[in-house]
């Protein structure tokens, strides 16, 4: 596996990892918005990041604070109640809002996505064969033979034992764990350029999850695809991620490089993240609930910073006045107490 | 699969045997006898005619006579229509059930489910809209409403189509068929509709969208089977449903099929005859629910293979 992890393939060959290039992602004042009964919920907004070729990026954050949606805009798959605003130019083409047509061009091709929930994003009526087989199918124009031998050549690369049986089952004979990596066999059969990859992990047991974590920042590194990486995890970001974003109400709170935020958190917010997850070396992972007070709801769309209520160094204006973004290097942080 | 199918055409003998019980000790309770209903004929006829086919015996010999008969497929003569068995009856009459009722079965499935499936690709539009209503009607105005009202509209106001008959011309079929198909339409569609919106929105087809595969495949292969399972597991009951229909529709269209004999039958207590007709429509629901679950078996992997 380590020397030819993925297939050939007739794709122009992916960009090679080159850190400081230009990014292939570059998302601006993205704000995502559903309408509802209850008036407009706001899930994200002011969102801005840059992902290079090559670089594994961990979107962190508290249930609710919008990753889910942030990926699910930048595929073009929001519930017909939202609508996303500002922009995502993905190798020099505007995204958000893209015709279907030219998204289609794109999805499942460079770019594509793994779910947050592996036992039920596979078709249960529909062979694991002809859902690998039909993206190459679609995009890349092959047979049915041809497309059959690399969704098989796929499969091992992902470590399914016994891929040439398992290929013609059905996707309730797979574990979660299985499933989970014919999702991301499916995610990389055409080599993206980007793989946006929402809580790959959580519905998976703990001895699982590692190795799926492993296999795919190793499949990423080794094509040069570039991930953003959703979890709830901080283990799992310091592990795998060279960047970090912290994501509190749909807002960036701070971003910058995994070595920096883990070694000098400097929000608050992240302060407490990393506070109240267990240490690295006790190699277990932390869930970021235990800071205390409740997220804040989404809907209430706060004047100030949105991490007022639960701040411990808040001050009068931040009830107000929203921090604007200091910015030095790749760091970022959006706080009126700490300074960069 | 195969053996599952073998079980299940086993399970129809037992089945098919409680039927025949129930239906034949139920049909005794009921006050009256096929010749009682005579007047003209004196009482020492009723006795003779009832020691002619064994009605003086105890019920278990009747009813052990009758199980004897059903195992040589020997249904009895008809009391009340001379010179008929019952087997001659059902021949003459179900050819003409038959069709009427794989009619309405077809087309209630075809319009429903396009309805349906447009009505939820669509959603709040006039297409919505339009099925929506044609559900409400069709569910809840009974048959034997609706099939009058057509007989007026188009046979006696309009004249566009035959009031009744069958067998003359192909347009004597259309209201019968379009009486008996309504209310499956009605029920089609709002399955449809229901199970195919939450399909669209399951989280396997969002995998479909995002592999570029486009809406149209994304609804064709990876929507429609998920969508389609409860209408097929609806089919096999639907039967029941247009076979109940079909005897109120056949009377009021005078169609001359088994339907007729039933609500006859019943009346006169020619307990044969009664009994053939409801082993037949048991045996029909039985078969239609079997193929219904083979169906569904043969599209949901996780049925097939348990
Ligand atoms: N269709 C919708 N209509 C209204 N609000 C929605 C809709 N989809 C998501 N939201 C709201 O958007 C907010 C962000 O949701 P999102 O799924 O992105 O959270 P998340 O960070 O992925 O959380 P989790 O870690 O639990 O997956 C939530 O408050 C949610 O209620
Ligand atoms: S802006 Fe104020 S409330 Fe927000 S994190 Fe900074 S100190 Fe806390
Ligand atoms: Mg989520």
């Not at chain 1, 929930?117 to 062979?127: A, E, F």
């Not at chain 2, 087997?87 to 075809?110: E, H, V």
């Not at chain 2, 229901?194 to 399909?199: F, L, Q, R």
């Not at chain 2, 389609?228 to 229909?245: H, M, S």
Request: proline fraction near 6%; include cysteine; charge should be positive.
């Amino acid at each position: 596996m380590s020397d030819s992890p993925v297939p050939a393939n007739p794709a122009p060959p992916p960009q090679p990892a080159a850190a400081g290039g230009a990014p292939i992602l570059s998302v601006r004042d993205l704000a995502i918005r559903f309408r509802t009964a209850d008036g407009t919920v706001t899930a994200a907004a002011d969102v801005g990041f840059d992902i290079r070729a090559g670089e594994i990026v961990g979107l962190v954050g508290e249930s609710g604070s919008g990753k889910s949606q942030i990926l699910m805009s930048l595929m073009g798959l929001l519930a017909s109640n939202g609508h996303a605003s500002g922009s995502a130019v993905f190798r020099g083409e505007e995204i958000l809002n893209a015709p279907a047509r030219r998204l289609d061009a794109l999805r499942g091709a460079s770019m594509s996505m793994i779910f947050q929930d592996p036992m039920t994003s596979l078709n249960p009526y529909l062979r694991v064969s002809t859902q690998l087989v039909e993206v190459l199918e679609r995009h890349r124009g092959m047979t049915r033979a041809e497309a059959m031998a690399q969704a098989l050549a796929i499969m091992e690369s992902v470590r399914i034992p016994d891929a040439a049986r398992r290929i013609r089952l059905y996707p309730h004979e797979f574990s979660g764990g299985m499933r989970q990596r014919v999702m991301i066999a499916m995610a990389l059969l055409c080599r993206p350029a980007l793989l946006l990859a929402d809580e790959p992990t959580t519905a998976l047991d703990v001895t699982v999850q590692a190795q799926i974590l492993e296999l795919i920042a190793d499949l990423a590194r080794s094509i040069g695809t570039a991930v953003l990486f959703v979890t709830h995890d901080l283990g799992v970001v310091a592990r795998l991620c060279d960047r970090v974003i912290v994501l509190y109400g749909g807002r960036i709170m701070e971003s910058g490089e995994a070595t920096d935020i883990f070694g000098d958190p400097k929000h608050p917010y992240t302060r407490g993240l990393i506070d109240s997850t267990p240490r690295l070396d006790e190699r277990s992972h932390g869930e970021l609930r235990t800071i205390p007070g409740q997220p804040r709801a989404a809907q209430l769309a706060p004047m100030g910073c949105p991490f007022e209520p639960r701040c411990p160094h808040r001050v009068v204006r931040c009830r107000t006045e929203r921090p604007a973004p200091q910015e030095a290097g790749l760091r970022q942080l959006a706080c009126h107490e700490v300074r960069l | 699969m195969l053996r599952y199918v073998i079980r299940r055409c086993i399970g129809v003998i037992p089945t098919m045997f409680v039927l025949m019980t129930i239906t034949f000790f139920m049909m005794r309770l009921s006050p009256g006898g096929p010749f009682s209903t005579n007047r003209k004929a004196s009482a020492e006829i009723i006795a003779n005619l009832n020691r002619h086919f064994h009605l003086d015996e105890p019920l278990w010999q009747q009813y052990l006579r009758y199980l004897w008969g059903v195992l040589q497929f020997d249904f009895g003569p008809s009391y009340k229509m001379r010179d008929y068995s019952v087997a001659d009856l059902l021949i003459q009459g179900f050819p003409t059930s038959l069709k009427l009722g794989l009619a309405a079965i077809l087309i209630s499935t075809l319009v429903g489910v396009t309805l349906g499936t447009l009505a939820a690709l669509r959603r709040n539009s006039w297409i919505d809209y339009g099925a929506s209503t044609v559900g409400l009607v069709g569910i809840a105005v009974p048959n034997f409403v609706l099939g009058p009202l057509w007989q007026l509209l188009f046979g006696v106001m309009w004249g566009l189509l035959p009031v009744a008959g069958w067998g003359q011309s192909w347009t004597q079929m259309i209201l019968p068929v379009v009486s008996l198909a309504l209310p499956n339409i009605a029920y089609i569609v709002r399955l449809t509709r229901g199970s195919m919106i939450e399909s669209i929105r399951s989280n396997h087809v969002r995998t479909a969208r995002a592999k570029g595969l486009g809406e149209r495949l994304a609804i064709w292969r990876h929507a429609l089977i998920g969508g389609l399972l409860p209408v097929v597991a609806y089919l096999g009951p639907a039967t029941a449903g247009i076979i109940t229909g079909s005897i109120v529709v056949e009377k009021i269209f005078s169609v001359p099929g088994i339907g007729r004999y039933f609500v006859e039958a019943a009346l006169n207590r020619d307990y044969t005859v009664v009994m053939g007709v409801t082993l037949l429509y048991g045996f029909l629901i039985i078969l239609c629910n079997l193929f219904s679950d083979i169906v569904y078996g043969v599209l949901d992997p996780k049925v097939r293979y348990e």
